[in-house]
């Protein structure tokens, strides 16, 4: 059983891995209830089918050797009692479906709100908190209560059935004795051995409600593990310019965002500046093509000039927050390959960690706790602006990455970042006129919304 729930974990986790947008509450629904679900309602009641099978085989035969009569009704009685779970299949895998979905809804609303405690400490909005946690709990709980009583019905009718079959087939040996047609004795075991049977059956009967009602969602289980296809694409070294031409997006508010047509050359240092809201981040985003533009298109172009399909991935990304994970500083540099450990001296130099680095005992090895937050926000930036350097990118998307950095490391950092060969281009606020000076040119993003 466990490696069958360790082999869905593995796929759906690599399913997850080439998503580019999955929820955190839908997977954590996934890996942990549904599969604590499947594991309790199709697994278990599975192998327990499989041993009653081969006791009410063994019973039935058993029953054979008494008396030809009493196997017959045993085995229509059999058939009759497998039957009954088909009654209530469909609306136990209607409940067991809801629960998941109510679970997944309620975990959705535990991520959106509880991200923001702070906020609603802030405003004293604790009651506006514990009545939308009240709502989506009551929900979750009437599901749960809803699926126990489909259940419970279930189980009704199975045992009806076991205690009627079993009645059946002790008042049936009964009539034999009198008929003098078998011994005495065989009433007691065909009443043992009718009563083992049933029991079989029960439990059969049983665990098949148990399986039928989870199979919505092993369904949607199997379908969650259909890997997304992988495509190799084009390596960014082949990157040679990259253009905007009559791009915009529209957001559900009704708001539209236009950007003007823009060409940026291969190594280009180009400074992206502008007011709040003017599109600089979504800019990013339509590149990274982790937006959809409503109208016109992001081009790439090898030397050539000819349009290619980038690896996305291939694409250095720094946004303002970026991930770290708890573990050492060192494999949040080197992101878990050890290869790339040599090249991390150089990496925390230029990105004005090494002082930072010095003043922690442990030093690269130090652990990050993301529950005490025991890293300033100046001292995360740098750690993730090693990162991006160490792995080497040809193109660098630097989203106000030196926000929470003083202005001298900032301009250490960023000197760095613009001497090398890369296409660099970054989104920055108040710098410092010597700060300007490092880059090529300046794109500005004006007022476009409509």
């Known amino acids: 059983t466990q490696k069958y729930i360790h082999s869905i974990r593995h796929k759906l986790i690599s399913e997850y891995y080439h998503d580019k947008a999955p929820k955190v509450a839908e997977m954590e ?5 549904n599969l604590q679900v499947l594991t309790k309602n199709y697994a278990d009641q599975s192998l327990s089918i499989i041993q009653s099978g081969f006791l009410l085989v063994t019973s039935i035969s058993s029953l054979l050797l008494m008396n030809w009569m009493l196997t017959l009704l045993a085995i229509i009685l059999s058939v009759i009692t497998l039957y009954i779970p088909r009654f209530t299949r469909q609306k136990a895998s209607n409940a067991t479906q809801k629960v998941a979905s109510r679970n997944s809804k309620y975990l959705l609303v535990i991520e959106e709100w509880f991200n923001g405690l702070e906020e609603l400490r802030k405003y004293t909005a604790f009651n506006q908190l514990d009545l939308v946690m009240q709502k989506v709990s009551q929900n979750l709980e009437t599901s749960f209560v809803e699926r126990k009583k489909v259940i419970s019905v279930a189980d009704f009718l199975n045992g009806c059935a076991n205690s009627f079959s079993q009645i059946a087939i002790t008042l049936l040996a009964a009539i034999l004795f009198f008929n003098h047609q078998v011994t005495f004795g065989v009433i007691i075991a065909a009443g043992n051995f009718s009563s083992m049977i049933l029991n079989c059956l029960l439990t059969i009967t049983t665990s098949l409600t148990r399986i039928q009602s989870v199979q919505g969602l092993n369904k ?5 593990q259909k ?10 070294d082949e990157i040679c310019s990259i253009s905007t031409h009559n791009l915009s997006i529209s957001f559900k508010n009704g708001e539209t965002i236009y950007f003007p047509d823009i060409h940026i050359k291969k190594g280009e240092k180009v400074l992206l500046s502008g007011d709040s809201g003017t599109g600089k981040s979504t800019l990013f985003k339509l590149i990274l093509n ?7 298109q992001v081009i790439f172009e090898d030397k050539y000039g000819k349009e290619i399909s980038p690896d996305y991935a291939q694409i250095g990304y720094i946004p303002q927050d970026g991930k770290l994970f708890p573990t050492s500083i060192i494999n949040n540099i080197i992101m878990f390959n050890n290869k790339l450990k040599k090249l991390s001296k150089n990496a925390v130099e230029n990105n004005d960690l090494s002082k930072d680095i010095a003043s922690m005992p442990n030093g690269l090895e130090t652990e990050i706790d993301l529950d005490t937050n025991n890293f300033s926000g100046g001292q995360k930036q740098k750690i993730i602006l090693a990162r991006n350097e160490i ?3 040809s193109i660098i998307l630097a989203d106000e990455a030196t926000s929470a950095i003083d202005s001298k490391s900032s301009y250490r950092i960023l000197k760095n970042l613009v001497s090398s060969n890369k296409t660099v281009i970054v989104i920055a606020h108040n710098l410092t006129p010597a700060m300007e000076k490092l880059f090529s040119r300046k794109i500005s993003l004006g007022s476009n919304k409509r």
């Open 290 to 296: 982790k937006l959809q533009p409503t109208n016109g």
């Open 227 to 236: 890997l997304v296809p992988f495509h190799k694409e084009i390596n960014t």
């Open 220 to 224: 949607q289980i199997i379908e969650s």
């Open 391 to 393: 792995h080497n990118f």
């Open 29 to 33: 629904n996934e890996l942990n209830s």
